[in-house]
């Protein structure tokens, strides 16, 4: 009998003992369960976290004369506003209205002539009501540094000018601009066998610079670019319609909020102050 009441009572300790390993198994699951409920959602709120921080990007597809321009405003502009990327498209204003009109990722177009903004205007491819007119720039007539016997449009016709750099009239303003001047003083019949063609106002700028053209036709934002050449003469303002730099938001920009407010600071006194540093003039 004292041998059966042990055997009870050994039975009965091991039950208990194995009720609490069983209850501290359960609570140490419950434990680990509550934990990794809790450190889920902190990696999500972590990715979510990251994905709030990474910058908008915004992609301003604009004329190369504000290459300089822009290369000062971008750092002042990331100062102000961390959020926001810019970044530049540079191009021949008629290349990069072609681009938009093909469906090309833009957020703001800045061309540096009226006509390649109106086309967009029409087709519904700019927002009509962001359009500004945010700068102004003039035609000039440059020359090789060292170039003494050319001072003026009509020092052109001289026979020992052989080439004048022009850009191509489908897609560079400044051809537009230039011929229409020409035309005005009466020396577009008489120069045009001279001239020759640039993809745009650098490659124009470049034949002037390596000798391969006498003079050339640019914007005045262009030519102070380089140290190898020199302006003789800027176009006269009743030669030709006004050089308006008109910018506008894309209507297939997915920032246009974004967008908007860049528009609205290139307006204000500091970067205006940068574009006239470069020689530009304030939109009319």
Known sequence: MKQFNRILKTNKTQTIFGLIACSLLLLVLFI????????????????????QTKPVELLISTAPSLKGSFEEIK????????????????GPSGSLQNQIEQ??????????????????????????????NLLGDELVLIVAKDNTTLKGFEDLTKPEVKKIGIGEAESVPAAKTAK??????????TLRPKLVMGKDLMQVMAYVETGNAEAGFVWDTIAVTSNKVKIVATAPANSHKPVVLPAAVVTASKNSDVASKFLQYLQSDEAMKIFEKNGFIKGK
């Open 75 to 90: 750092g002042l502009y990331a100062a102000k506003e961390a959020g926001v990327k810019l970044v530049f498209n540079y």
């Open 180 to 189: 229409e001047t020409l035309e005005t003083l009466k020396l577009w019949d």
């Open 32 to 51: 680990s369960g509550c934990s990794s409920a809790v450190t889920e959602p902190s990696k999500t709120e972590d990715t979510k976290a990251a994905a």
């Open 103 to 132: 469906g090309a990722a833009a957020d703001i177009f800045i061309s540096q002539g009226k006509p390649q903004m109106d086309a967009l205007e029409q087709k519904g491819l700019i927002k009509k009501d962001s359009r500004i």
